[in-house]
């Protein structure tokens, strides 16, 4: 697994009335690829289905992750190194079925090992990399050499609550 340098920001939202504080902080433009362990079959398709089912594929998406802290105190820099932690370890080493799987499994861990964190919320657009058929150059083709697409394109979007 990898992860893109210099692009990722570190966002904070507070919100401040009179008797109440509320502060989320997150993570955005965090770019993760995996070569490994990341799969994509078994759903539904139609005569307008483009993308091809996949076994073993590249995942590659761009994390924005905004999570909710129940108390404001909470927020120190070494927890939001540890939920960033957790959000790149369950990235790397979780077997994935889809985008989808692997967002449940990060937000499922980060509020299971965070109490602090009420809820996080993600938006992961996937970035497809496609194989390069070289066969046509006269090189055998040993599905080593991709290129990211702009089409087909899919954002994936869910909230993870505590309950």
Sequence with gaps: SFVKGSDEKRTV????????????????????????????????????????????RILSTSVKATWRYD????????????IRKTILEVFAGHESESVQHTLYAIGKNVVERFPAVEEISFSLPNIHCLPVDV?????????????????????????????
Excluded: W
Aim: with cysteine.
């Design 13 to 56: 939202v507070l919100h401040a009335t009179r008797s109440m504080v509320t502060l989320e902080a997150g993570v955005e433009d965090l770019v993760v690829l995996r070569t490994a362990g990341s799969r994509f079959t078994g759903y539904l398709k139609d005569n307008l289905t483009t993308l091809s089912e996949a076994t073993d």
């Design 135 to 163: 066969s046509r150059f006269g090189v055998e083709d040993r599905n080593c050499i991709f290129v990211p697409t702009d089409e087909p394109h899919g954002l994936i979007e869910a909230t993870i609550t505590r309950q």
């Design 71 to 82: 108390d404001p105190d909470a927020a120190t820099y070494d927890l939001f190194r540890s």
